[in-house]
């Protein structure tokens, strides 16, 4: 049985340790590089809590990504640097994994208005693969570029895309407020993101401006084929990792709480990583430091609304779970290997 052999490139960053967590005992992937500029020269062993040989694996300078010498290179990295790297990478064979949302939206157009520049590799973007495996599978076999779904880009279309696939909602007039954890904006070292300015808050934030809006709304149009422009409002709560996304949406004609539960069933029923449950069973605390989706639907009658809830963490299912969970995907692996199923 061949063991891959793969690079973790921005390894010091919350996604870029989750990589190294579950990787570092993952029974057919075996790491090669951690690159950091932050840890440079630094065993990973001294900074995380590991075994064996991957302990004295030491972080290298991320100027040696380009010839990193591995068979899939993870990049953990901001999107300007993965834009950069990604087609390096893939000139000399590499399989690439970004976690970032350098290739995630189809249209180069979108770029400066979400994410602030123009977009280099065009071509690229026809040939990337959006990794959320639940929803786009079939599209991952084979990949060796794959576009890993941002976090809120996890959560919200894995609720939205069933129900209006289903024709008992509609499409159009979808609103979403969620709330993640303070780890989703990154390793800050800011008077911003400090203890005595976090604690006991919660914010809104990045308000009809998040990065996540166009990338959601083309996942779902993907999945159900159609989605309107979706109204979304994202919070700051001061917890470290876990996301929720509160979804409303505006119920057909006819259409009733048992038929929105059967096109969760209908959808997910053989998914190994997604739960569904009432809506008000859905906990952040359930999912925390799992591969892990849960999902719940419930109808208000009286402004014919239908409530879609969903909780994932934002590290693992929205971030390196789910990178690796694409990962086997595309090579036609078992997707739950290596990742975790139960509860935390």
């Not at 849960?294 to 990178?323: E, Y």
Request: net charge neutral; aromatic share 6%.
């Amino acid at each position: 049985m061949h063991t891959l052999t793969a690079a973790i490139v921005g390894a010091s960053g919350y996604s870029g340790l989750e990589l190294t967590r579950h990787l570092a005992r993952h029974p057919r992937i075996r790491l090669t590089a951690l690159l950091s500029d932050r840890w440079s020269g630094e065993a990973a062993g001294d900074r995380l809590a590991l075994s064996g040989p991957i302990a004295a694996l030491r972080y290298g300078p991320l100027e040696e990504a380009p010839r990193v010498d591995a068979e899939v290179a993870f990049l953990a990295t901001p999107a300007e640097v993965s834009l950069d790297l990604a087609p390096r990478l893939l000139a000399r064979g590499l399989r690439v994994v970004d976690l970032s949302g350098a290739f995630r939206l189809r249209d180069p157009a979108l770029y400066p208005r979400w994410y602030g520049f123009e977009h280099t590799s065009p071509h690229l973007l026809a040939e990337a693969r959006y990794g959320l495996p639940e929803l786009t599978r079939a599209d991952l076999a084979g990949a060796t570029l794959i576009a890993n779904s941002g976090c809120y880009a996890t959560a919200i279309p894995l609720a939205l895309a069933p129900l209006v696939r289903s024709g008992l909602v509609s499409p159009e007039g979808i609103a979403v407020a969620a709330m993640s954890g303070v780890s989703g904006a990154g390793r800050k070292s800011s008077e911003e993101y400090s203890f005595c300015e976090l604690s006991e808050d919660l914010r809104a934030y990045r308000l009809g401006n998040h990065q996540h809006v166009p990338e959601i709304e083309q996942t779902v149009a993907s999945f159900a084929g159609r989605c309107g422009a979706i109204s979304f409002t994202p919070h700051l709560v001061s917890i470290r990792r876990g996301i929720l996304a509160t979804c409303l949406l505006r119920l057909a004609p006819g259409a009733d709480a048992a038929g929105l539960a059967r096109a969760y069933e209908q959808a997910y029923g053989g998914e190994p990583f997604v739960r569904v449950l009432p809506a008000d069973k859905v906990r952040v605390k359930d999912v925390v430091r799992t591969n892990r989706v849960h999902l719940g639907v419930a109808v208000d009658a009286r402004t014919g609304t239908a409530i879609a809830v969903s909780a994932v963490d934002n590290l693992v299912k929205g971030a390196a779970g789910g990178a690796i969970q694409s990962l086997h995907a595309a090579l036609g692996w078992e997707e739950t290997l290596g990742l975790d199923l139960a509860g935390s």
